[in-house]
């Protein structure tokens, strides 16, 4: 008898329970997904900030001495501008699956966004950025890729070799013994801009 009188109390409290780990759940949820949006909008900022920091520097030193002087400035100064725009929590860096410089390879996460990218460029010409986030805890990590496609004036340094420059071709193979980042094509895709944003989840609001 007692068991007729228990099921529907069972299912009551049961109910009750699980509404107020829905809410619970969503709660976390949301403060996840505004984590996740913050993050993201911070990586698009540091992309935006390297690249301009690079082209910046780059179409100074080609308009005052064409290629011949700015890949050596480029050589120099890529890192160097390169470190300086990291920030606590935030990496920025540019890989490619063929580099010039092998400090610019990918890791893996960044090698299988690369093909994925270059696969829908390929397809459809679109570039558009990737990013991939994940929690370990309380700390949020979020991957960013920004690509990158050759332009007309990337060929002085990065197009066909017999065509460059011979002061650059020198420049390349002397301080680019393994330069995988020449023959390309204006509107080939080259790679792209990397952010890893990490940061910690805020705690969960006091109750009363
Ligand atoms: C004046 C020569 C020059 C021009 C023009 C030039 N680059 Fe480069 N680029 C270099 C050099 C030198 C490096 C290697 C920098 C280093 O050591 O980190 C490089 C590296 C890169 C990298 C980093 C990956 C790697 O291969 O190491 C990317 C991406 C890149 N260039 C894209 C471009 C794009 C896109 C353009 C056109 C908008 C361009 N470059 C124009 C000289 C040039």
Known sequence: MARRFLGPWLVLVWFAGSTAWAQADAASA??????????????????????????????????????????????????????????????????????????NRPDDYEQAMLVLMEHRYRKDKTASEVSDWYLEGETLTVRYLRPIVIGEMCLACHGDRQRMKPAVREFLTQHYPEDQAVGYQAGDFRGAVSVTVKTTLPPEPQKP
């Open 30 to 103: 949301g403060k996840v997904e505004q984590a996740v949006s913050q993050a993201l909008e911070k990586a698009r900022a540091a992309a935006t900030a390297l690249t301009q920091a690079l082209m910046g520097e780059l179409m100074k030193h080609m308009r005052e001495g064409g290629p011949e002087a700015a890949v050596s400035v480029c050589s120099a100064k890529a890192q160097e501008i390169t470190k300086a725009q990291q920030q606590e929590g935030v990496l920025v860096r540019r890989v490619t699956a063929r580099p010039r410089n092998p400090q």
